[in-house]
């Protein structure tokens, strides 16, 4: 058997035996986003923070903006919860396109995910329809959690 073959015959055996592990992370990775985009549809602050490395990163539309490094959701959400009240703002809800993007690498993912972002301020419904959320995950003891995140207006 010539090199050439005998190297495409064994990146063929690494593509067939990795391919179900890497549908199988992706599958993983979405669980967890869905898990704490759900999470936030219900008000449930805990379980979507359940879904956070102690560390991460994120940029949003809320000031201030950008929160980094140990306990960055929890006070994103303290950030989020004040600028609804201090706007009038209730009612958010979350709804997910077809992810763009999901790669998995070595214990680490990225996901580019289009969605609807609808809320009620001062009672009027507003509708960011099409925004985009980047998200970097890490894969933990306890499984992947996300470590940062940024959120785009369509």
């Known amino acids: 058997m010539r090199i050439w073959q005998t190297t495409l015959l064994s ?31 219900k008000g449930d602050t805990k379980s979507a923070i359940a879904a956070c490395a102690d560390e991460a990163s994120i940029i949003d539309d809320v000031p201030p903006y950008e929160w980094h490094g ?7 959400f303290d950030a989020y919860d004040a600028d609804a009240r201090k706007n009038g703002i209730t009612d958010g809800f979350v709804t997910l396109g077809k992810a763009r993007h999901i790669n998995v690498s070595e214990g680490h993912a990225y996901v ?9 301020r001062k009672g009027i419904e507003v509708r960011e329809i ?3 959320l980047t998200i970097a995950l890490q894969k933990q003891p306890a499984g992947w959690r996300i470590a940062g995140w940024a959120y785009a207006k369509p």
């Open 11 to 41: 990146l063929a055996a690494v593509a067939l035996v990795s391919g179900p592990a890497v549908a199988s992370e992706k599958t993983n990775v979405m669980a967890l986003v869905h898990q704490f985009v759900d999470a936030f549809n």
């Open 70 to 76: 140990a306990h960055a959701c929890s006070r994103w």
């Open 112 to 120: 580019l995910i289009s969605l609807d972002y609808v809320f009620k």
């Open 130 to 132: 099409g925004a985009k």
